[in-house]
């Protein structure tokens, strides 16, 4: 749709830049918003990733996401492990397709979470560059050093923060935001201190940014690059943290049974390795949590009846009505014949081979909605549904 | 009464989530601390609409129904209405997740027994329960 929108406002596609965030290797393991079983998922991003490297290829078509595995109750090196293990199956899902790992590993990115514990948080950081460059080059034989780089955007930890006296969630963040800065991120995102009840409101959001901003302009945090390499506990913590990440690669590979990374991820995905190993890790820092072994300031420390009472922001439910409304009225001013050739052309090319992103640009351009489009391609390939585990 | 004769089993409770939210952390662990504690959890996973949930609940002649909510949607309880509707209002439905606090006490008057917001921890959610089976075993 947004191909379309540059067509529609006389933008040639191939000038286009961005990054997408399109992995699915993290919805059934952690953020849970699925809508086909993984192997056509697969499909639909290999489709997106050679069409890409193709036609835009200053797009990013894949941003390969620990943040929410971590959201989900992972340990920092769970974090670590999974992603870059996912990020690894889909440079083999790219290799099955032929393509050249020089020309397609630059357009994969990556997105961390910033936890609170910032020595641990750096580690990661900085062992996620090492592990990346170090099996790009050794075992997918990446030869230029674009195709060895880790770039990531990093998100400061909602699950960080506390609805009691939230006030101190800005200082949570800012922390957050720095180990993110001395760890190398590329891109950040501070979270609002209100995020724990709600959207952000405007003042929550400009505190928000505001902490990006002293972070960048007045700390010369970022003025250089990897300031922390040689201490020698950040040395020690990053090799830990290799040591572990490589022990779950491990772990995930054997999983497989056909030696490959891909293989054993889709494995842990199906028999819910993944979100056992989630689910462990959180009820683990729960009880620690009840135990006092670990502190959270204002919920097992420092605790106060009355917390601040925070304004927070309320979605009018007139917004929904709003949209059906817009929707009705493109619906209505559409050709519906066009719309429902574009579809069955969708379907048609999905039963196939043949790369399924000119068809669904196809179907955009007939204004046809993303709802119809995933419906289409639903009736084909069905829904994956979770086993319930606890 | 007290907690010894709160038999292993006795109390059973389904658990589930609602609509679209995939936020399961908190919910797969007040899951696991109900039944460490002895409660026999029906645990109906992900995507759940409150008519499946109320169907589980009568299907397995639950004593309580905990949903977890973070989606923001909290503000329609359709389980309380739809227990009523089957006549099976004595089952206790209680919930968790961001619910800010003015909205607490609207859904106490609308039927759901009690709410569990961030922090809780699950030794209260533990208590509540069984002193709350206490209260409608008497």
Redesign the interface.
Known sequence: MWVVAAERQGVTHRNLDGTLQTGIFKEYIA???WLFPPEPHLRLIADLIEWCAAEIPRYKPLSVSGYHIR???STAAQELAFTLAGGFAYVELGRSRGLDVDVFAPGLSFFFDAHVDFFEEIAKFRAARRIWARWMRDVYGARTERAQWLRFHTQTAG?SL???QPDNNVVRTAIEALAAVLGGTNSLHTNALDE???LPSERAARIAIRTQQVSADETGAGNVMDPLGGSWYVEALTNEMERQAEAIFERIREMGGDGTMLGGVLRGIENGWFTGE??EA??AY?QA??KGTKKIV??NTAVEQDDD?LE?LR?SAEVEREQCKVLAARRAGRDDGRVRAALAALAEAAKGDDNLIPPMLEAVRAEATLGEICGTLRDLWDEW?????? | MTDDTIERGTIRVV?AKAG?D?H??G???V???L?DAGVE?I?????QTPEQIVQAAIQEDADAVGVSILS?AHMTPRIVELLRARGAEDMLVFGGG?I??EDIPKLKALGVAELF???A???AIVEWLRSSMRASAS
């Open positions: 953020q849970k918003e959201e989900a109750g699950v506390t609805a009691q724990v009840l709600a989630i689910a959180a009820f729960q949590l009840e204002g919920v009472e927070i979605i549904t979770e086993a319930p585990r606890f | 658990v679209l995939g399961d952390r919910v797969k662990i899951a696991r601390a039944r959890v645990y109906m996973g992900l995507h923001g961001i800010p606090r917001t961030p922090g921890s699950t030794g």
